[in-house]
Nanobody, 127 residues
Framework: QVQLVESGGGLVQAGGSRRLSCAAS????????MGWFRQAPGKEREFVAAIIWTGDTTYYSNSVKGRFTISRDNAKNTVYLQMNNLKPEDTAVYYC????????????????????WGQGTQVTVSS
């Protein structure tokens, strides 16, 4: 069964840090790029970060560049999102996602390129 399970969300004060994890199973994780998206209340889901299958190259939205870091551990089938200097506008449900086979090597920035999604983890940043 193909599955992504996020963890690490919670309440954090502005300026603080949080690390999200996403454990993958049921597919060949090491040959797939991975992505993180987020959805704030009343807004559409948006791209946050992506990492290609080798882990050599990463991509970020302008809103998180310089504050967030995506990484992966292929031995643990896990992708991470380290979030530093958090702002209230970072409050959202964060989702990790794996792309469809045709786009598995990445990079992938669009929702339609991903066909496996986690359940999401809530991150709330208080001011």
């Amino acid at each position: 069964q193909v599955q992504l399970v996020e963890s690490g969300g919670g309440l954090v004060q502005a300026g603080g840090s949080r690390r999200l994890s996403c454990a993958a199973s049921g597919f060949t994780f090491s040959s797939h790029s991975m992505g993180w998206f987020r959805q704030a209340p009343g807004k559409e889901r948006e791209f946050v970060a992506a990492i290609i299958w080798t882990g050599d190259t990463t991509y970020y939205s302008n809103s998180v560049k310089g504050r967030f870091t995506i990484s992966r551990d292929n031995a643990k089938n896990t992708v991470y999102l380290q979030m530093n200097n958090l702002k209230p506008e970072d409050t959202a449900v964060y989702y990790c996602a794996a792309p469809a086979a045709r786009w598995r090597y990445g990079p992938n920035f669009k929702e339609y390129e991903y066909d496996v999604w986690g359940q999401g983890t809530q991150v709330t940043v208080s001011s």
